[in-house]
């Protein structure tokens, strides 16, 4: 009791803390003058509609390469831990209603292809590569939750996950031999503006970006669900 | 060169790359890891090599092919270059040790590695605050895989609670950076540095959640249990990469990014790294799971690192030297302490007496645990003077204790840690693992510290100003190590006398010095030749006799205390490791190893103060430093005192003379001691006068009378003649005090003499023990017949050393009560003059308790002591000889050398010595008692030249056997009636007084780290304290 | 600055949704409690991003059909923010998920989810 009026207490003070810092701030009516070129010059210097994506995958492109290294080594870490000797192991389980498995074979090739659509036209429209390898992912989880024991390959999102993470790479390290540095999207013509291909590399890296969070969201899904196998 | 990018590609490829191959492929996963870590090891090798050495100018390097602020770039510097390789190279030597774990995990394992390595490098490079949030999760959530490596219950549990804690530190770092995005419109480091937040509306508070989440990220205590925990529970292998790779990481990116604050928060940073360096310290004294002290010594090392980091403008250019030296000492010796714990079977400090009777491992222990205390040559050695120096130059004392009481916990453990393992009689029954490709990485690191000494005494070389000669033939020493005694015995000797010859003409000018040099480098190799009874190699023995050696030489010849302080330290080291090779010795050689060291702390500090004042390091202005400011002198003599075991300061030496090996205790007690009475000379000469002196005597006073009455109850041969020891150095305390040419005489005089007789006394005794294998007097007993040459030393070293004429005991009396009446001092030197009756006392009870009164029925067969134990006696004797008769050889020189000091000299005439108070004549006195001496011993040969010879064991004895076979012997207890009589003057109030102070630190030590509970949400709620306490006290409350 | 704004109201949840976060964090005994009041926690930071890119009303920073090249710059909000949110998102889903799988091994080791029973490593 006495701690958690202790937490309250600190709590209360680090929201105090926290509202000296709201007072200060100042609504901005324009744009900073970095945002402000990003906004101006983006669609010229990387060519693409989309402003974020402009910047998710070029101009801030090391950042991103982060953050796909970080699920890459969530993923590493997920599978690391919960390497399990029973994975070919079978049991019972309830079976899913009809409606679950109807809908799953509706919808699984609809939301594939919606995943796939998002990546490709990350540079167009709202969306980008994690936001349709996260639409995939959720595909998996559907076929997942229809069966839990579907024979899915965990080698093939291996593999598929280290195929477009290292072609990632590979445009990276022609960014520095081709064009202006590492992930310059310049590698590849910048073509028409608004054009599915257009704004130089930067769909086929949110391509790559998105099969590689597709197969690393899908295979710590699918190491979580094997997790079962031990419990039984 | 190729572009640092690649550090990027070739990490990351390779992680990405081994998706492709199976776990049965280890082979290739594992080489792919090798080579891509090589590589990198290479760029950044290249660029370290090229920016240090060549010409190249730092780069920086943009990514997306647009210059900063519009996208992300990162720099390769001279800080970013050597860190990049000191990760790189931890990071190639880790995964070689971890081989075996990481092919057993799988390839899953080998790419968080590669990750884990790679979020290191980008971290360091990135000048982008968002990047480099980015890339230090990235490092943080390898991290927490590499934990689970071990795959306990316990290394899950840790790794949790080091998730919980950096997801804290990551939203509040993640906060800051977005509002000082918001505030300077740019997340460029170099911009927001000169986008100047601290003078923006509410940019404190931006610059404060930033630098609190690094700092935080860095483990400050005391909200740092979870890094502590995550230490023990991970694999050592991790454990290395934490101290070694992450931790120069995390104090880099302090280092980068801490000018956002506009110089603010320097001094915070500071504050919080002593409070973490004392700390961390504090609590590791009462560890006992090895990996969870290197956690803590590691955490500590993370703060000393802090407080060079925000004293930088303090430190000015010496800020690189300092840092390097810290960084570097703890890279090493804490990768290769880490790495061999992974070979000891146990978790307990106690299991590494596995190591015992492997003298290679044993020696790179030693190495990284001396190197990490601050032992020179380690670079940390001269980090902390450095560093101790600039603080007192622009007054910072209050840190420099601070920094002195951290390193001095520092010091208990490590040095217990390291007795434990070389003292304990027990051996752990288990063996090391010792797989080739554990042992190598192991002895990269050794020889990687002992490279970097070498760079360091290279760099420093002019500020020491000392011959290297001698330190390289203590190397060679530990090289030759496997060569038998007594070769390696000869050399010494022989090196001793070259060295002596070759230098005296540098030190012949200054009588003084000339004294102590002769003293340490003749008497020494004199008190050598003992060596030659040992058989065997003794390895292990003769470096450190050379480490002790070397150190004194280099006291007399220093010419700058960086020198001096040098030598001071190794000389105690050398003698500290000599006096834990005794067999009993573990607790009184770390005992001695703790005075010495904060003996050695006051040194720095004086020195430093001097540096403060005079601005140069030079020996000759500590006078005009302490005119300025008398704590200079002050603060030497008292670090003296621990030296000469003033009284309250003297619990180290008993034990310590009289564990050690018989034949080092001769050079320890009767040589060894006399550096701290140079010392003394050196800082009393620089407060001579001032009424700190008069305090001084009256401490000379009761050293000496405390000594003799301790020394009068011994039972053991050896502690009697330590304790008379400290009754002697109490005398030559008292005389320096004296601010009198008579006293500094008398003082001098008594150096030679104590020299000459302390190590007959000790070497006589030292043979009886050879022989007779036991310390205890009262088990010894009428060896007169068995060994006439040992009982003739005893007889002439008790007869000087009791002042009876006519050897030159005497002459030092009649110049002390000379001094004592000159200065006025009556009734201190009355009561000196009662110690001296005292001493009468234990030198009765020494020679009649082993030679005298009946021999012991197991001796009954019992040989005179080796030669070579003899040999240097009679040597000795010579000299005392010569110097009883001609005791103006000495004093002439030494009057002309005090001749500026006040007070009445010796006027001479020939052999006659006289002041207003009488006069002396040394060679009459002895060319007197000669004659009567001849003339009693022709008288009494034949007089009894008809008397019946009676042998020893020609008696009978009574049918029992007594039930404690000590009380029949005559000399036991035998001064039963002054102890009931003057017993209170020897309770043990100072032996109380070190125990309290040691259980209370122990106690208070074991209390607090209960802090520590183990719960991850315990710490979770530190660390938010820790937060909201650095608000209210930087903001000064509400 | 007014809190009755759109940007204020966000950032104000947002650091309230941080300190439930935290709440979460230091007063419940279950793991997956704590895991979830960590992504609570997550998402005020993520909110409070997001928030800080808004500005009154701007749209979407992508061009096409309304908001064109030429008057961009006067119509939509600051793509930055919203780039680096989705970073912090992923972010936050790996942590998650290394959490989880740490917490699924503790169970399996114990038993338990009892924070306060993991504590073998200590003082």
């Known amino acids: 009791m006495y701690k958690k009026l202790f937490v309250l207490l600190l709590l209360a003070v680090l929201g105090w803390s926290f509202f000296t810092l709201l007072q200060t701030h100042q609504e901005r009516q324009s744009l900073n003058p970095l945002s402000k070129h990003y906004v101006e010059k983006g669609p010229d210097e990387v060519g693409a509609p989309n402003l974020v994506t402009a910047i998710v995958v070029t101009y801030r492109g090391f950042d991103t390469l982060g953050e796909v290294t970080i699920l890459f080594v969530s993923a590493a870490i997920v599978g690391l831990f919960l390497k399990t000797e029973n994975r070919r192991r079978k049991y019972k389980i309830r079976s899913t209603s009809e409606i679950l498995h109807a809908a799953q074979r509706l919808l699984f090739p609809v939301m594939i292809l919606f995943g796939i659509y998002i990546f490709m036209n990350g540079h167009l429209t709202p969306g980008g590569g994690f936001q349709g390898g996260a639409v995939i992912a959720t595909a998996m989880i559907l076929v997942l939750l229809t069966n839990p024991e579907s024979p899915i390959s965990h080698r093939a999102f291996n593999l598929l996950e280290s195929v477009s993470g290292f072609s990632y790479i590979i445009i990276g390290v022609l960014g520095v031999l081709l064009a202006g540095g590492f992930l310059d999207n310049h590698i590849l013509p910048l073509g028409k503006f608004g054009n599915l291909f257009s704004a130089g590399a930067i769909p086929l890296i949110y391509s790559f970006v998105g099969l590689k969070v597709g197969s690393e969201l899908s295979s710590i899904i699918l190491n979580l669900n094997d997790v079962q196998k031990d419990d039984k | ?1038 | 600055m007014n809190f009755f704004s759109v940007q204020g109201i966000s950032l104000t949840i947002g650091f309230i949704l941080i300190l439930i976060g935290l709440w979460g964090i230091l007063t419940q005994r279950n793991l997956i409690r704590i895991i979830i009041g960590f992504t609570i926690f997550n998402n005020g930071v993520n909110l409070i991003i997001v928030a800080l890119a808004y500005m009154k009303g701007r749209t979407a920073p992508i061009i096409d059909q309304v908001v064109t090249r030429t008057d961009a710059v006067d119509k939509v909000a600051d793509p930055i923010p919203q780039a680096l949110v989705l970073t912090a998102i992923v972010i936050g889903v790996g942590v998650t998920a290394v959490m989880l799988s740490y917490t699924l091994r503790m169970y399996r080791a114990k038993h338990s989810l009892e924070i306060n029973v993991f504590t073998e490593s200590k003082w």
């Open chain 2, 1 to 1038: 060169m190729v572009t640092p990018i690649h550090l990027v590609s070739v990490a990351l490829g390779t992680a990405f790359l081994l998706g492709f191959t199976k776990d049965r492929n280890w082979k290739i996963s594992g080489g792919l890891v090798l080579l891509a870590l090589l590589l990198m090891n290479l760029i950044s090798g290249s660029w370290t090599y090229a920016l240090f050495f060549g010409d190249q100018v730092p780069v920086q390097v943009f990514t997306a092919g647009f210059k900063p602020p519009f996208s992300i770039n990162l720099q390769m510097g001279r800080f970013e270059a050597a860190i990049t390789l000191m990760i790189n190279f931890a990071g190639l030597l880790g995964a070689i040790y971890l081989f075996d774990r990481l092919k057993k995990a799988g390839r899953y394992a080998f790419m968080v590695y590669m990750v884990f390595i790679l979020g290191l490098n980008v971290a360091v490079m990135t000048r982008d605050l968002f990047n480099l949030f980015v890339f230090m999760e990235i490092t943080t959530i390898a991290t927490a895989g590499l934990i689970f490596l071990v795959q306990t219950g316990k290394a899950a549990a840790a790794g949790l609670k080091y998730m919980i804690a950096t997801s804290i530190i990551s939203g509040v770092l993640l906060i800051g950076i977005i509002f000082a995005y918001s505030l300077v419109s740019t997340l460029n480091l170099d911009g927001i540095i000169d986008g100047g937040l601290p003078l923006i509306k509410g940019g404190a508070m931006v610059v404060f959640l930033i630098l609190i989440a690094l700092l935080l990220e860095s483990k400050p205590f005391p909200a740092n249990g979870w890094g502590l925990d995550v230490y023990e529970s991970a694999h050592p292998g991790i454990g290395a990469m934490l101290s070694v790779a992450t931790g120069p990481m995390i104090a880099y990116v302090i280092f980068k990014v801490l000018p956002i604050s506009g110089g603010a928060w320097n001094h915070l940073i500071a504050i919080t790294g002593i409070i973490t360096f004392v700390g961390s310290n504090f609590l590791a004294i009462k560890q006992h799971n090895t990996q969870r002290l290197l956690g803590y010594s590691s955490v500590a090392q993370a703060g000393i690192l802090l407080i060079a980091i925000g004293l930088q403008k303090e430190l000015g250019h010496t800020f690189i030297y300092v840092a390097a030296g810290l960084l570097m000492t703890n890279y090493f010796a804490k990768a290769g302490l880490f790495w061999l714990s992974g070979l000891i079977k146990g978790e307990s400090l106690q299991d590494w007496t596995q190591l015992k009777g492997r003298p290679v491992l044993l020696f790179l222990f030693g190495l990284f645990v001396f190197s990490l205390a601050g032992f020179p040559p380690s670079p940390a050695f001269f980090a902390k003077w450095e560093l101790i120096m600039q603080l007192a130059s622009h007054g910072g004392y209050v840190w420099m204790v601070f920094i002195l009481i951290g390193s001095f916990f520092e010091l208990i453990y490590l040095t217990r840690w390291f007795g434990q393992v070389i003292g304990s009689k027990e051996k752990s029954s288990a063996q090391p693992d010792l797989a080739t490709h554990r042992l190598v990485p192991v002895g990269i690191m050794g020889v990687g510290l002992l490279g970097t000494m070498v760079f360091f005494l290279h760099h420093y070389a002019p500020d020491l100003a000392i011959d290297f000669i001698p330190i390289i033939f203590i190397a060679a020493l530990f090289i030759l190590d496997f060569l038998p005694a007594f070769l390696k015995n000869t050399v010494t000797i022989l090196a001793m006398g070259w060295y002596l010859l070759q230098h005296i003409s540098d030190v012949q000018n200054d009588t003084v010095r000339l004294i102590f040099f002769l003293i340490f480098l003749a008497g020494g190799a004199i008190s050598l030749l003992a060596g030659f009874s040992y058989k065997g190699k003794r390895i292990g023995y003769y470096p450190f006799v050379a480490m002790t050696f070397v150190g004194l030489t280099g006291l007399v010849t220093a010419t700058t205390t960086l020198g001096f302080f040098l030598s001071w330290e190794l000389m105690a080291l050398g003698s500290y490791l000599l006096i834990s090779r005794g067999k009993n010795a573990q607790k009184t050689s770390w005992i001695y190893i703790l005075f010495s060291v904060g003996g050695a702390y006051l040194l720095l500090m004086g020195f430093g103060v001097s540096f403060a004042v005079t601005g140069d390091g030079l020996l000759s202005s500590l006078g005009i430093a302490a005119r300025a400011l008398p704590a200079v002198g002050i603060l030497l003599t008292i670090g003296f005192l621990s030296k000469i075991a003033a009284m309250g300061l003297h619990i180290w030496l008993p034990g310590a003379y009289a564990e050690a090996e018989d034949d080092a205790t001769p050079f320890i007690a009767g040589i060894m001691m006399n550096a701290g009475i140079f010392g003394l000379i050196l800082s009393l000469s620089i407060i001579a006068g001032h009424p700190f002196t008069w305090w001084l005597g009256w401490l000379g006073v009761i050293t000496a009378v405390g000594g003799n009455i301790l020394a009068a109850f011994q039972e053991d041969a050896k502690k009697l003649i330590a304790y008379s020891s400290i009754g002697i150095m109490g005398y030559i305390l008292f005389a320096l005090s004296m601010n009198i040419q008579m006293a500094w005489m008398a003082a001098l005089y008594y150096v030679v003499l104590h020299f000459l007789y302390k190590t007959i006394l000790f070497l006589a005794v030292g043979g009886v023990i050879f022989r007779t294998k036991t310390r205890e007097m009262y088990q010894m007993g009428g060896l007169i017949k068995k060994m006439p040459l040992s009982f003739i030393s005893v007889l002439i070293g008790i007869i000087a050393l009791a002042g009876i004429p006519p050897l030159a005991g005497f002459g030092g009396k009649w110049l002390f009560y000379n001094a004592v009446v000159m200065n006025g001092w009556y009734l201190q030197g009355a009561l000196v003059f009662f110690s001296g009756v005292v001493a009468f006392l234990y030198c009765f009870k020494l020679i009649s308790a082993i030679f005298l009164g009946q021999a012991k029925d197991r001796y009954r067969h019992i040989k005179e002591a080796p030669v070579w134990y003899i040999l240097p006696q009679y040597l000795l004797i010579i000299g005392l000889l010569i110097f009883s008769v001609l005791p103006e050889l000495v004093l002439q020189p030494v009057a002309h050398a005090l001749r500026s000091m006040p007070g009445e000299g010796i006027q001479w005439d020939g052999h006659f010595a006289q002041t207003s108070f009488g006069y002396w004549n040394a060679f009459i006195v002895m060319t007197v008692i000669a004659i009567m001496f001849v003339i009693l011993l022709a008288w009494l040969i034949l007089n009894s030249r008809k008397a019946q010879k009676v042998k020893q064991f020609d008696m009978v004895f009574a049918g029992e056997t007594p039930f404690t076979p000590e009380t029949s012997h005559v000399a036991y207890n035998i001064y039963a009636p002054f102890n009931k009589a003057l017993g209170f003057l020897v309770v043990p109030v100072t032996t109380w007084f070190w125990h309290a102070t040691a259980s209370v630190t122990d106690a208070s030590a074991n209390h607090l780290r209960k802090w520590y509970n183990g719960n991850g949400q315990t710490y979770a709620l530190q660390m938010v304290i820790y937060i909201v306490m650095f608000y209210l006290i930087i903001r000064g409350g509400f």
